[in-house]
Nanobody, 126 residues
């Protein structure tokens, strides 16, 4: 599975961005999809995940809960991360990830995802 993330950019605090992650090489409807982010000199951290198929269940890090929303369009093989009320501390490179075998207890664990996109930079100015 190849993942291509896009949609990053520069936005003022309080603004919104929508990131996209397009998968190719395989249909990802049966994959758990997730977003992680990594700020300079910090470790990669979990942002959110969405379950297989319908995507009816999603999980979020406390830092983004209520502001970010993950959705998926299986017909387009694409996952989205809608980011609202952005804060300067959201500045990071955002990565999408995928796994067909991950279990619920591992959703927030980056090493559990074998497939990764290249990252897209989000910069939030104050």
């Amino acid at each position: 599975v190849q993942l291509q993330a896009s949609g990053g950019g520069l936005v003022q605090a309080g603004g919104s961005l929508r990131l996209s992650c397009v998968a190719s090489g395989r249909t990802v409807s049966n994959y758990v999809m997730a977003w992680f982010r990594q700020a300079p000199e910090k470790e990669r951290e979990f942002v959110g995940s969405i379950n297989r198929r319908s995507g009816s269940t999603s999980n979020y890090a406390d830092a983004v809960k209520g502001r970010f929303t993950i959705s998926r369009d299986n017909a387009k093989n694409t996952v989205y991360l809608q980011m609202n009320s952005l804060k300067p501390e959201d500045t990071a490179t955002y990565y999408c990830a995928a796994s067909s075998t991950i279990i619920l207890s591992e959703y927030r664990n980056a090493p559990s995802y074998p497939y990764w996109g290249q990252g897209t930079l989000v910069t939030v100015s104050s």
